[in-house]
């Protein structure tokens, strides 16, 4: 069993065991019959045969892992058999509907046609309405399936467009222009660090990775051997001189960079050799490292020093392209700005225009003023009027203050005349004399002496136990007071 077969029965969500006789047998048949059934399982072998060659499972007959590209033929049926269900007989239906929906397209024409992928021409509308009308009569049938012995090669949209979006996201750390110019081959290594694959793309991957990103994307500009990405805010159009300088340079030190990074490598193997040899008392083995590593020293240093011009070079480069990058941005701006000051005037013409400003807001002001003084002759107030209204409350609250005493005086009467019921009953009843119990004091005294302490003197001692005619005269100095307080 191959890997690709193996990674495609793995997919349990849609490889059941009890769906795969179904998936592998011939069901071009339930297209009429079943549409629903069809279309299901053709959506599955697109869907997995994409995912596989996602993984790395798709293996061109050259032997190169091919991510974009899906070749069809007796090779794809060889990859896809099975001891136990045979070869997927349907398979070239599938193609056929993959293609008919847009979705895998011929690499020959893909890389031939001038339009994007994503425009459709208004010829093709017509003809695709004659095409429908004639498979719904029966005339004529949309899917023929192709000769399973017949070699294609197709280019997977759907992986293509996932790649291109992952690759765009890794090279956006990139802003100059340096940066953002690569030979064919450095671009192939950031595409493959941005998919986290090792190695470089198939080379088909790439040439059609570069075509899609140009062509449909437009985010880069290409010749075959260098690859400019541009900015949307930028019009390229090809590859310039200066860009390719600086495609050479950033290749030649690339290329320097892995040779120092060989030459340490010597360098350090013929000082471990020499030190083995010396352990063995191996004196020529020791020699000969010696020899090899001051030889390999030598063009390191020569190396190194190569290596830091060219990177003072494409130092320099990259300033110079910054400096004419903000000239050009300092040009467009002298330009607005040329064109706002025009369209304001001359410092006389914004004096003019400042005078005529403030002499409107002086009008303004002048027809305020007019209506605040029109506004107060109107609500003028007569002072007589606000006069006799302040005397009417005052009236009105002294009456009111005078009701208030009256009701007063007329609850302190009952109050009194109250006690006196109180007392006079009190004087009816036989009480002590002060000879036979000198220590209690008599009532009616003390209910004086506790309830008219506001109007009366306390009592002395022998006040306390006076005579009734005592008794009646403080009756009769309570009578007075009642008359003063009814007067």
Request: net charge negative; glycine share 6%.
């Amino acid at each position: 069993m191959s890997d690709l077969l193996q990674y495609i029965l793995s997919q349990q969500d849609q490889f059941r065991r009890a769906r795969i006789p179904s998936l592998f047998s011939d069901f071009t048949v339930q297209r009429h019959t079943n549409p629903d059934g069809y279309y299901a399982n053709v959506d599955i072998w697109e869907e997995v045969l994409c995912r596989a060659a996602s993984a790395g499972l798709v293996v061109g007959r050259d032997g190169t892992v091919q991510r974009l590209l899906l070749e069809t033929g007796p090779y794809l049926l060889q990859k896809l058999e099975s001891s136990e269900w045979g070869r997927p007989l349907a398979i070239n239906a599938v193609i056929d509907e993959a293609i008919a929906r847009r979705q895998m397209l011929s690499y020959h024409a893909f890389l031939a046609s001038p339009h994007s992928i994503y425009s459709r021409s208004w010829t093709e509308l017509p003809w695709r309405f004659v095409a429908w009308g004639l498979e719904h009569m029966g005339l004529r049938q949309t899917v023929s399936s192709t000769d399973s012995r017949q070699t294609r090669e197709l280019v997977l949209i759907p992986n293509l467009e996932k790649v291109a979006g992952r690759i765009l996201t890794h090279l956006e750390k990139y802003n100059s222009q340096v940066d953002r110019t690569f030979t064919t081959a450095m671009f192939s290594r950031e595409a493959a660090a941005a998919l986290e694959i090792d190695g470089d793309l198939a080379d088909k991957d790439l040439t059609v990775l570069l075509k899609y990103l140009s062509r449909d994307r437009q985010v880069l500009v290409t010749d075959g051997k260098v690859v400019r990405i541009i900015r949307s805010t930028e019009v390229v159009t090809q590859i310039s001189k200066e860009d390719r300088a600086i495609a050479s340079l950033k290749s030649l030190i690339e290329d320097i960079g892995r040779h120092v990074h060989a030459l340490e490598a010597q360098i350090a193997s013929s000082r471990e050799k020499s030190q083995k040899a010396v352990e063995t008392k191996n004196r020529p083995s020791a020699l000969a490292a010696l020899r090899s590593k001051k030889s390999a020293e030598s063009v390191l240093a020569q190396r190194m020093d190569t290596l830091f011009q060219l990177e003072q070079v494409l130092g320099s480069i990259q300033q110079a392209s910054d400096q004419v990058a903000m000239i050009r941005v300092m040009k467009d701006s002298a330009g607005v700005l040329r064109g706002l000051n025009a369209e304001v005037g001359s410092a006389l013409d914004v004096e003019n225009a400042l005078e005529g400003l403030k002499e409107e807001m002086g009008s303004v002001e002048d027809i305020g003023s007019v209506i605040s003084e029109a506004g107060q002759e109107i609500n003028v107030v007569d002072e007589n009027e606000i006069d006799e209204e302040f005397d009417a409350l005052l009236r009105q609250k002294e009456k009111a203050e005078e009701e208030e005493a009256v009701e007063n005086t007329k609850q302190r009467l009952a109050d009194l005349q109250k006690e006196d019921n109180i007392e006079a009953e009190g004087a009816k009843k036989p009480t002590l004399s002060t000879d036979e119990n000198p220590a209690i004091p008599s009532a009616r005294s003390g209910s004086a002496s506790k309830d008219h302490s506001a109007l009366e003197t306390t009592p002395s001692e022998g006040e306390k136990a006076s005579s009734p005619d005592s008794s009646r005269a403080g009756h009769h100095g309570r009578e007075s007071d009642h008359a003063i307080l009814e007067s």
